[in-house]
T-cell receptor
Framework: SQKIEQNSEALNIQEGKTATLTCNYT??????LQWYRQDPGRGPVFLLL?????KEKRKERLKVTFDTTLKQSLFHITASQPADSATYLC????????????FGAGTRLFVKA | GAVVSQHPSWVICKSGTSVKIECRSL??????MFWYRQFPKQSLMLMAT?????????EQGVEKDKFLINHASLTLSTLTVTSAHPEDSSFYIC?????????????FGPGTRLTVL
């Protein structure tokens, strides 16, 4: 069955450093992959989408890479700030025409001032 | 950006009662709406997919008679948790997908916290 894996351990980094989060998937060939941010008690907020034919995507301080050979995506936040502290979710769409999105468990990021 | 609302944002009910949660797309027509459930420190689990005017498609292991979904219009879907029990306590999140600015995009609601006593 399709599986999405994210590092379940929290990531603690110092303000100003680059945070790197990993998403691996198996038994799957997604057309695109998405990253969301979720704050406690809130719904996910869309950040970036990267397609299978794209190696890298950037948006302000965010950068996403997508390696379909390794079946892996990396999510980078440069010049991290305490306000970046949240859970980051990797998501893939089931390519069934129904566009159902399935999520990884997320990685909790803590940025210390 | 597009907005999806949920009501109520939280609800506490007694065991055995039914609870209805509304999901609305406020500034676009949603061709498809999805319902997710999230337990603490766990991922969002897709419960069902609903298209306007048709029956919802439930994921494996989700009881359709327990979680009734009605997608009455292109801007409204409701999830009713029938005969709720403490194990149904969870964070329920809806999402709506529709064509916005020529692109098929998906937006999530803020979630509804259900606590069953």
């Amino acid at each position: 069955s399709q599986k999405i894996e994210q590092n379940s351990e929290a990531l603690n980094i110092q303000e100003g450093k680059t945070a790197t989060l990993t998403c691996n998937y198996t038994n799957y060939s997604p057309a695109y992959l998405q990253w969301y941010r979720q704050d406690p008690g809130r719904g996910p907020v869309f950040l970036l989408l990267i397609r299978e034919n794209e190696k890298e995507k950037r948006k302000e301080r965010l950068k996403v890479t997508f390696d379909t050979t390794l079946k892996q995506s990396l999510f980078h936040i440069t010049a991290s700030q305490p306000a970046d502290s949240a859970t980051y979710l990797c998501a893939l769409d089931k390519d069934t025409g129904g566009f159902k999105t399935i999520f990884g468990a997320g990685t909790r990021l803590f940025v210390k001032a | 950006g597009a907005v999806v609302s949920q009501h109520p944002s939280w609800v506490i009910c007694k065991s055995g009662t039914s609870v209805k949660i509304e999901c609305r797309s406020l500034d676009f027509q949603a061709t498809t709406m999805f319902w997710y459930r999230q337990f603490p420190k766990q991922s969002l689990m897709l419960m069902a997919t609903s298209n306007e005017g048709s029956k919802a498609t439930y994921e494996q292991g989700v009881e359709k008679d327990k979680f009734l979904i009605n997608h009455a219009s292109l801007t409204l879907s409701t999830l009713t948790v029938t005969s709720a029990h403490p194990e149904d306590s969870s964070f329920y999140i809806c999402s709506a997908r529709g064509y916005i600015r020529g692109s098929n995009e998906q937006f999530f609601g803020p979630g509804t916290r259900l606590t069953v006593l």
